[in-house]
């Protein structure tokens, strides 16, 4: 997950943009786009775009709750974050 992330992250776009290209990438890695998608039918999905982009904030942030991650990812930039991706999947 955090290496298709990286692949595509998507912060080139506006951040309606970068929330679709988020739901795109949950769908291709079998979470539903949408959490009213997986409680409807949770046996479908693997998770929600909110599981995949919470595991993406605390991997990059070290933190469950952040103020608007589009943001903090904007600030922070490609290359801080994929110095912290790279250090947590060296972890695993």
């Known amino acids: 997950m955090l290496l298709a992330f990286l692949e595509k992250p998507g912060l080139e776009l506006s951040e309606d943009g970068w929330f679709e290209n988020l739901q795109q990438l949950s769908l ?4 539903a786009a949408k959490p009213k998608d997986y409680r ?3 046996e479908a999905y693997r998770g929600h775009v909110g599981d995949v982009a ?10 469950k709750n952040t103020p608007n991650f ?6 922070m930039g490609m290359n801080k974050i994929t110095e912290r991706i790279q250090t947590i999947i060296g972890l695993l």
């Open 28 to 31: 291709s890695l079998g979470f």
């Open 40 to 42: 409807k039918n949770p």
């Open 54 to 63: 919470e595991m993406i904030r605390i991997a990059v942030s070290g933190r």
């Open 70 to 75: 589009y943001y903090i990812l904007k600030y």
